[in-house]
C-alpha cells in the first residue's frame, strides 16, 4: 500500500492563494497511484471530493465549487501530486487530504470517496474573511 504524505496548508486570507503537496512513497509499480485525487472536509461536514487525475494521461475532474480556481497537478519525477488554490473564500477551510487508488475510475469523472484505499493524514487549510 502506498504511504502519502500531505503539507502546505495554512492560514491565509479570502482571495489568498496556496498550494497543497502530497508526497506517495513505498511503491514499486506507478499503477498503484493510477489515480490520484484531494478530498477536503470541513467540521460537521462529510468528506468529499475537490479534485482527480488520472495519472497515466493526467486528465483531471474538479468538483464544481473550485473549478476555476483550483488546478490539480502531477510531478512523477518527484512522486508528488499537487493542488494550486487561487481565489480562496471562507468555505474551502477544510482539512485537506490526498488519496491514491489503482482502480478508481477517474479518467472521466471524480471518484467518490468510497473508491480509495490510501489516504494521507491531512493538511489544515484556514481562510480568514
Known amino acids: 500500500q502506498v504511504q502519502l504524505l500531505e503539507s502546505g496548508g495554512d492560514s491565509v486570507q479570502a482571495g489568498g492563494s496556496l498550494r497543497l503537496s502530497c508526497v506517495a512513497s513505498?511503491?514499486?509499480?506507478?499503477?498503484?497511484?493510477?489515480?490520484m485525487a484531494w478530498f477536503r472536509q470541513a467540521p460537521g461536514k462529510e468528506r468529499g471530493a475537490v479534485a482527480s487525475?488520472?495519472?497515466?494521461?493526467?486528465?483531471?475532474h474538479y468538483d464544481d465549487s473550485v473549478k476555476g480556481r483550483f488546478t490539480i497537478s502531477q510531478d512523477n519525477a518527484k512522486s508528488t501530486l499537487y493542488l494550486q488554490m487561487n481565489s480562496l473564500k471562507p468555505e474551502d477551510a477544510a482539512m485537506y487530504y490526498c488519496?491514491?487508488?489503482?482502480?478508481?475510475?477517474?479518467?472521466?469523472?471524480?471518484?467518490?470517496?468510497?473508491?480509495?484505499?490510501?489516504w494521507g493524514q491531512g493538511t489544515q487549510v484556514t481562510v480568514s474573511s
Open positions: 488519496a491514491a487508488d489503482p482502480d478508481a475510475y477517474c479518467y472521466s469523472s471524480l471518484p467518490p470517496e468510497q473508491d480509495f484505499h490510501s
Open positions: 513505498g511503491y514499486t509499480s506507478r499503477a498503484i497511484v493510477k489515480c
Open positions: 487525475i488520472h495519472t497515466p494521461t493526467g486528465r483531471a
